[in-house]
């Protein structure tokens, strides 16, 4: 079975900064992958997510994520951030063989200082 | 509506109760899971139905917790004998077969165990 682990469980950054925050997952098949939000008071939404093709994605707001296949990772990535990205970013991974569960890691929450 | 519709929004209730929470899924949606959020625990998977397929339960905690989906549409949450360890936001969520993983969440309900 598949297990995603987000090694940064807090993060505190000033507004500018660059962000990165690490996703790796367990699995030894093929895997989709990726990166809900939740907004203080909201609910969970997509970022982004990786299929296939080219291993940098683009998603909402200015975050990208890279899939490195080597080292089992999907990490964030958002050269400056604002106030506004203020969050919880959780990873996620299913197995791309048949229909399978969507397994989340434990979250990251994110603070931006203005 | 166009989203993912929870009910209630927020139970109390006192210990050794049954509660029930309902969730209805985007039309059309054939795949839903339950999801449960706890403080400092992440997304805790719970079960997953996927069209007329038998559900997968690996995640229910216990024998007190069971759902059902009817008509491959409107699914409950059931936990009986509630503890206090129960106590948590627990999320459903929705998605379309042709885009596996990705997931459409509802706000959740927020269940207190007194």
């Known amino acids: 079975a598949q297990s995603v682990s987000q090694h940064n469980h807090h993060v505190i950054l000033s507004e500018a900064a660059s962000l990165e925050l690490g996703c790796n997952y367990s699995?030894?098949?093929?895997?989709?992958l990726f990166w809900y939000v939740q907004y203080p008071g909201q609910h969970l939404q997509l970022l982004l997510k990786?299929?296939?093709?080219?291993?940098l994605v683009k998603g909402i707001k200015g975050f990208e994520a890279e899939f490195i296949k080597s080292k089992f990772s999907f990490n964030l990535r958002k050269p400056s951030v604002q106030w506004s990205d203020t969050a919880e970013y959780f990873c996620?991974?299913?197995?791309?063989?048949?229909?399978?569960?969507?397994?989340f890691g434990t979250g990251t929450r994110l603070l931006v200082s203005p | 509506g166009a989203g993912v519709s929870q009910s209630p929004s927020n139970k109390v209730t006192e210990k050794g109760k049954d509660v029930e929470l309902r969730c209805d899924p985007i039309s059309g949606h054939t795949a839903l899971y339950w999801y449960r959020q706890s403080l400092g625990q992440g997304l805790e998977f719970l079960i997953y139905?996927?069209?007329?397929?038998?559900?997968?339960k690996s995640g229910l905690p216990s024998d007190r917790f069971s759902a059902e989906r009817t008509g491959g549409s409107v699914s409950t949450l059931t936990i009986q004998r509630t503890q206090q360890e129960d106590s948590a936001v627990y999320l459903c969520?929705?998605?379309?077969?042709?885009?596996?993983?990705?997931?459409?969440f509802g706000e959740g309900s927020r269940l207190t165990v007194l």
């Open positions: 969520a929705s998605s379309p077969h042709w885009a596996a993983g990705e997931l459409f």
């Open positions: 699995y030894g098949g093929t895997v989709n």
């Open positions: 139905f996927q069209g007329n397929s038998a559900p997968d």
């Open positions: 996620a991974v299913n197995a791309r063989t048949g229909f399978q569960k969507l397994v």
């Open positions: 990786y299929f296939s093709g080219d291993p």
